[in-house]
């Protein structure tokens, strides 16, 4: 059976997806630091995000006929008065202005209407897979205590609140990350019935 790798140093996205997983899938939570590829196609960032760490993996397996699969992710907040910029790039801009920083200027030009979107990619050293979640919604000032990076200021379309503000249950239905989990998942299940 093919051990399973999810790559991320952040602790909020390894309890996020603990509590989405369900103890149904054994995954294993590594932490390797990655040199992203620069491009504004979110999929091929995360894509080569994934095949270098399968690659420092695999050197580090001691067995080498061990089949692993390994999972990244990459989130994106495109938003439309920057003319889908930042794209993959938020954590960069959040970074040098933070949320509130990116709510004023969004909020000052007017058009707060923006997509958020999540990656997986699961790539076992000869297959690539990706799963895209997308929500639309908008830019609002910050708003909650709960979540990270932009939750905040965040509200997802037909709600009223931002994801800072709204349970982790409640965020299930809404998040972009959550819906590409679930493709993810469904093929993770397919793929380790064929491998057993």
Do not use: H
């Amino acid at each position: 059976m093919a051990e399973i790798y999810l790559v991320t140093g952040n602790e909020t996205k390894r309890i996020e997806f603990s509590k989405m997983m369900n103890n149904e899938i054994k995954v294993q939570f590594v932490d390797i630091d990655l040199v992203e590829i620069q491009a504004n196609d979110i999929v091929e960032i995360n894509e080569g995000k994934a095949k270098s760490a399968y690659e420092i993996l695999k050197k580090k397996n001691l067995e080498s006929n061990k089949k692993i699969i390994v999972i990244t992710d990459d989130t994106g907040l495109y938003m439309d008065c920057f003319n889908s910029f930042p794209g993959p790039y938020i954590k960069w801009m959040q970074k040098a202005l933070g949320c509130e920083g990116i709510a004023e200027s969004v909020l000052k030009i007017g058009n707060t209407k923006c997509q958020a979107v999540c990656v997986y990619s699961a790539y076992d050293g000869e297959n690539m897979r990706s799963f895209k979640g997308t929500t639309q919604g908008s830019i609002t000032s910050p708003k909650g205590a709960d979540g990270f990076g932009w939750d905040k200021i965040f509200m997802p379309e037909n709600l009223d609140k931002t994801f800072g503000e709204i349970t982790f249950e409640e965020k299930q239905k809404y998040s972009p990350r959550f819906k590409a989990f679930y493709k993810l998942k469904e093929f993770l299940f397919e793929n380790l019935k064929q491998n057993i």
